[in-house]
């Protein structure tokens, strides 16, 4: 192997632990009530976010701050483990996709002003990255939710 396919690989490792990191970053930031400063390190200007269950938004700003809106008011705690990432670099190195899994024990509210309850949350994500000035961030968020239940329930609310 030549030495610059041997390097062309490191990158490519280098490439997707960056990555996982933006994603765990994105944990932490949404486990802090939607920290809005490190929400914003993970996002590039033009970043969509969606989900069938919470809502699209665009731009780096308003995912932001609707993150937050949902990260204080509906779901006031959570914790989430982002699980088995299986992360694409394009062969340029300058994009990826992941795709990986959501377990989350959350405190959420059903409707506004109720009190929340403990919950459940699983499904996954499928996310599309770029490098901005050097450092990947997301640039596209896709959540598919599929349980969303109480966790005091004796079955589980699937979807």
Known sequence: MTDKAVLKRLQELEDKEAIRDVIARYADAVDHNGDKALLKSCFTP???WTSKKIGTWKGRNA??????????VQIPWALHYMTQAQVTVARN???AKAH??????AKFRASPGADPNSTWIGGWYDS???KDKGEW???KIILTIR???EARLPEWNTL
């Open 46 to 48: 033009d970043m969509v």
């Open 63 to 72: 995912v932001v701050n609707e993150l937050h809106r949902v990260c204080t």
């Open 93 to 95: 190195g300058e994009s």
């Open 100 to 105: 990986y899994y959501l377990w989350e024990l």
């Open 128 to 130: 599309t990255f770029r």
């Open 137 to 139: 961030r997301f640039s």
């Open 147 to 149: 349980l969303l239940s």
